[in-house]
Every structure is written in structure tokens, then in C-alpha cells.
């Protein structure tokens, strides 16, 4: 199955270079195991990494039941995020970076020392925690009209876009990512609310089901790297010219500026 999962990885790396979205992937790979979609996901980080990209963190997605539901799944998944899908928060950002995006506000962790699982426990996870910010993550999808199950969302890296981050960090101890709320507003108008008991129960349970799902795979989440445990709301579609705000409880607000599309 080498040459199936580097055809796979190839037809979505292609997508990256025509913004042209491709049917589902899935029905090739019918009784494969999701294991094979992380090496299709795989597959593209090293192609990135070998053109001078470096992963900078990783991202728990499908961690909420909204979006579960929203997407018809019933796990979560993860992916990778690399240096150049980080955005400055306020810069606009090119309308055509993005093919289908939906925003997606998060609590970030920034890792002080490294998490190695398998065996990592809450305990393990508080104490690894450096400090929190307040997070927009852009997820976009390689597959035509988000029509994804599973194994299409984890071989196209977790339908990973972009990722801004606020620039207020806070001790982890200061804030209670169990209860503290968030506020979604597109163009001023309030489109979502949420909170952190949605991610798993809490988002530090995230932070543990990552560690121990990659540490079998032989990854480490290291020092300095950012973890996005998951979305507190419903994944919100968003079009060029669009400003997103979100305020969550405890860490302040973070800005998205959709740049217009002059094309």
C-alpha cells in the first residue's frame, strides 16, 4: 500500500498548489486502517519539512461534540502545524490562502518542557504547560465541499489551515479552561458561543489524548510548541473581507482580518 498512501499524499499536496479541492479520498481506502491516513498526513509534513517548513506544534481536531456533530464523526484526531501556518493577529490575511475556510476558536497551549506518552496523565500535562493564549484556528479542507468522513479529515492533516494567536499569555493556574466561556463574533454580530468543558470535558484532557495517541507513533510534543486542544464552538464558515473576534473568559480576545478578495 506504499505507492496508495504516497499517490493519496500527493493528490492533496496538489491541491495546496491549484486551490482546486478533490473528491474524497475515502472510498480507496475502504478497509484501510486510520492508521494509513496519519501516514498519508505524514507523508505531506516531510514533504513540507523537506522544502524548509518546520512543525511548530499540533492540533486536536473533532474534540467537541458540536463538532462531532457538525462533521458526522464520533473521534477525535490530530495534526500537524508548521511555521507557515501561523498568522500574525491583526495582519490581513491573503483571501487566497485558503480554499473553504471555517474558523474555530480555541485556548492554545504553549508547551514549557516536553510530553512523551504513552502514560501521560493530567498531572503530567498541567505541570508541561508553560503558559495559554486565546486562539483562532482556520481549519480548511483539501476535499470538495467539506463531504469528509474520518479518514479524508486525518490524511489531509486534520483539515489544518492557519492559526492566530493572541499575544496575552496567562499561567494556566490563573485560568479554569473547564469553565471559562467564549464569545464568537463575525463582522460584529455574535455567531457562537461556547466554553472549555466542550473539548473533551476539559481541554487539558485533549492535551493528554494527544500526547498518549502520538507517543506510540514515536512523536514528542516538545518544548516551545504550540497544542490546539480543540474547538469551543461549532466550526464557523468565513469569506474574505470578514473580521473575526474571539473573547474568551480569562485570556482576552484574538483578531482575525480576512483580507478582500480583489480578484
Known amino acids: 500500500m506504499v505507492d496508495e498512501v504516497q499517490e493519496a499524499a500527493e493528490a492533496l499536496l496538489g491541491v495546496y498548489r491549484s486551490m482546486e479541492p478533490i473528491d474524497p479520498i475515502t472510498p480507496r481506502f475502504a478497509d484501510a486502517p486510520l492508521s494509513m491516513a496519519y501516514e498519508i498526513a505524514l507523508a505531506q509534513v516531510q514533504d513540507w519539512e523537506k522544502s524548509g517548513d518546520t512543525v511548530k506544534g499540533h492540533k486536536v481536531g473533532l474534540a467537541s461534540r458540536a463538532i462531532q456533530r457538525q462533521m458526522g464523526v464520533d473521534q477525535p484526531d490530530f495534526g500537524h502545524l508548521t511555521a507557515t501556518m501561523f498568522h500574525p493577529e491583526h495582519a490581513p490575511i491573503a483571501a487566497d490562502t485558503f480554499i473553504q475556510p471555517r474558523i474555530e ?23 508541561a504547560v508553560d503558559f495559554v493564549l486565546p486562539c483562532l484556528e482556520i481549519v480548511d479542507s483539501r476535499i470538495r465541499d467539506w463531504n469528509i468522513g474520518i479518514f479524508d479529515t486525518i490524511a489531509d492533516n486534520a483539515s489544518s489551515g492557519g492559526v492566530l494567536l493572541g499575544s496575552r499569555p496567562a499561567s494556566l493556574s ?90
Open 105 to 127: 476558536p480555541e485556548i492554545a497551549f504553549v508547551l514549557g518542557k516536553p510530553l512523551t506518552g504513552p502514560g501521560v496523565t493530567v498531572a503530567d500535562a498541567i505541570s
Open 174 to 263: 490563573d485560568v479554569d479552561v473547564r469553565l471559562t466561556g467564549c464569545n464568537l463574533h463575525v463582522n460584529g454580530q455574535l455567531i457562537a458561543t461556547g466554553g472549555g468543558g466542550a473539548v473533551l470535558g476539559s481541554p487539558i484532557n485533549a492535551l493528554v489524548w494527544l500526547a498518549n495517541t502520538v507517543g506510540p507513533l514515536g512523536v514528542t510534543l516538545e518544548a516551545g510548541h504550540v497544542v490546539l486542544p480543540g474547538s469551543m464552538t461549532k466550526a464557523v464558515p468565513i469569506r474574505p473581507g470578514d473580521t473575526i473576534v474571539a473573547t474568551i473568559g480569562g485570556l482576552g480576545s484574538v483578531t482575525a482580518i480576512m483580507e478582500e478578495d480583489n480578484r
